[in-house]
């Protein structure tokens, strides 16, 4: 089974369930850090780095000695990456979105494919899980493609069976919902505050449509006010685990450490969340009726 | 004009307590909430909407099944897996749909419709502190740049008529397509971080993005009780990388508390986080010689 572990507000603890998650997890499973823009998994499951390799998108590189400035491609172009002014072609390249249609509608063979590095991918095993994770180049402004990329490459390191949890990142627009829209299951990790109870809000409304089994982590339980549960109520979301509201938490995070093996408290209430997970990873009910 | 951007790179740091305390403190401002993603500071600052404004960004495709000779064209070309194969005529998954006009472009048939996408709302509002430019994306909506880039232009504008020399931003998470439109032109990004190893490896890349940008920066280490080790290691940094440290602010319960009194760190504890919010902004004011500076 495959499990995202998102949110909708930043810093709620993402990072801390999936990295625990990964050490109590029962069955085979692989890591992988889809929060291309600020990935952090790695700093604290330590994989053994086995590879890395460049992403690129294919991007459009003028040559004008072919151009004949018919503007056919500046007219398909919807991101204002190609342009023709008067007698000069001109490629945007960081604004490019890389949907090929300039270079299809080109008559002339006046765009050519070329490339615009997106960030990289790197690979390696923390433990006995394979791990996976995108780095955005800085100034890369896109990051579904690095991420789609990612995702391609998890094959190759890790077999088809075998369990696996994504870290995605924040926020609820198109990185959020890209990294979760493969998953069996989504975690939403957040925190009993006001940030955190309208930001879940905002999560439950992004990744309904998707029609995935939610259930919500609710760390630093103790602190704020009870707003997130009444939400969860509402929305008839099952509120998986709490991670109580402990300093010291704070510092094992601070301190780089997984805090399932820094805090036995929090091992038992991941390994609990664990088997929760594994329980919602259900046939859906189409299938049943079939078989 | 001045834009002051706040950001972090990891989220969760303390951008938006920070931008509501200082909107208090660096009166008169233009406020605005640059996360159109998961917009927060609305929740400290209870704006009261003056104007409410449809924001509609690019198209998406929409296939007429009546009209669908199932060539497979639109599967082909597609570069973001948007078209679903159905019985019928496929259909076009609009959380794939990149909005590229590819599809529409090609269809033999024309049998695609290319409809304006409406993404979100934007508002301007008045708060206590002055006024405020916001907005909301609609949740799973992209085109957030555009957006971004859209209010800051609304905030040099009501700043310009209204003469008001200072625009204060709460930027987004992350260092992407957002976090660029946030950050491209503005006169300084005041980065939050905290001493944890995600806090320093994300302060490391919005420092990156900042200088790619040229946009001069200052760091504010929040949390930074947590760990005297990081915090040293993160002092360090900014030291090796010229950046100022801006000031800092304890790990406190007080933040959460102010949050859910639905008030600024300088009205919940005005003596107390309240004040190191009021010595971080004058190290700002001075950097950048503003009149408010003591």
């Known amino acids: 089974m495959k499990i995202a572990v998102a949110s909708g507000k930043g810093g709620t603890g993402k990072t801390t369930v999936a990295a625990s998650l990964i050490h109590v997890w029962p069955d085979p499973v692989a890591a992988m850090d889809l929060d291309v823009e600020a990935p952090n998994l790695h700093l604290f499951l330590h994989p053994e780095e086995i590879g890395r390799c460049r992403a690129f998108m294919e991007i459009p590189e003028p040559d004008e000695s072919r151009c004949t400035f018919c503007r056919k491609c500046s007219d398909i172009c919807q991101f204002a990456a190609v342009k023709v002014l008067g007698e000069v072609l001109m490629v945007f390249p960081e604004m490019c979105h890389g949907c090929g249609g300039c270079l299809a509608v080109c008559p002339e063979g006046a765009l050519r494919p070329g490339k615009r590095e997106l960030g990289e991918i790197i690979w390696g095993t923390a433990g006995a899980a394979p791990f996976i994770m995108g780095r955005s180049r800085i100034g890369e402004a896109m990051s579904p493609p690095l991420m789609r990329q990612v995702k391609a490459h998890l ?70 006010e009870d707003a997130v549960y009444r939400l969860c109520e509402r929305q008839k979301i099952a509120v998986l685990a709490e991670i109580p509201y402990d300093r010291a938490i704070a510092e094992a995070y601070a301190e780089g450490r997984v805090v399932a093996d820094a805090v036995p408290a929090v091992r038992g209430i991941v390994e609990a969340l664990a088997r929760q997970l594994q329980a919602m990873d259900r046939p859906a009910p189409k299938e049943v009726l079939h078989g | 004009m001045d834009e002051i951007v706040i950001l972090s790179g990891k989220g969760g740091t303390g951008k938006t307590s920070l931008t509501a305390a200082l909107a208090q403190v660096a009166q008169p401002a233009v406020i605005c909430d640059l996360d159109v993603d998961a917009p927060d500071l609305h929740l400290l600052l209870a704006p009261q909407r003056l104007e409410t404004h449809v924001f509609q960004s690019g198209h998406e495709a929409a296939i007429r099944p009546e009209d669908c000779t199932q060539c497979g064209i639109c599967a082909q070309m597609c570069r973001y897996d948007a078209v679903i194969p159905a019985q019928a005529a496929p259909t076009i998954d609009p959380l794939h749909c990149e909005g590229c006009k590819v599809c529409v472009t090609f269809c033999p048939a024309g049998a695609i419709d290319w409809r304006p996408r409406t993404c979100g709302e934007w508002y301007h509002s008045r708060t206590r502190f002055g006024r405020m430019v916001h907005a909301q994306l609609y949740p799973a909506q992209e085109n957030s740049g555009r957006l971004v880039a859209l209010l800051r232009q609304q905030a040099q504008e009501l700043a ?135």
């Open chain 1, 155 to 224: 094959s190759r390191i890790a077999p088809p069976q075998i369990d696996l949890i994504i870290d995605a990142p924040p926020g609820v627009s198109c990185p959020a919902v890209n990294a979760v829209m493969d998953a069996d299951v989504i975690v939403l990790v957040t925190e009993p505050t006001p940030f955190g109870a309208f930001d879940l809000g905002l999560a439950f409304k992004a990744f309904a449509p998707l029609g995935k089994p939610m259930g919500v982590v609710v760390n630093r339980a103790g602190i704020g």
């Open chain 2, 160 to 294: 310009r008529q209204q003469r008001i020399p200072l625009i204060l931003s709460d930027g987004p998470p992350g260092i992407g397509c957002p976090v660029i439109s946030s950050l491209s032109g503005a006169s300084f990004a005041v980065i939050v971080t905290e001493p944890t190893p995600s806090g320093r490896h994300d302060l490391a890349r919005i420092v990156d993005l900042c200088a790619h940008f040229k946009v001069p920066a200052g760091v504010v280490v929040n949390k930074y009780d947590l760990s005297a080790p990081r915090a040293e290691e993160i002092a360090a940094d900014c030291a090796a990388r010229g950046l100022a440290l801006l000031g800092r602010l304890p790990y406190d319960p007080a933040v959460t508390a102010a949050m859910v009194a639905r008030q600024t760190l300088t009205e919940f504890a005005p003596g107390g986080l309240g004040e190191q919010v009021g010595r971080i902004w004058q190290a700002v004011a001075a950097r950048l010689g503003l009149p408010q500076a003591a």
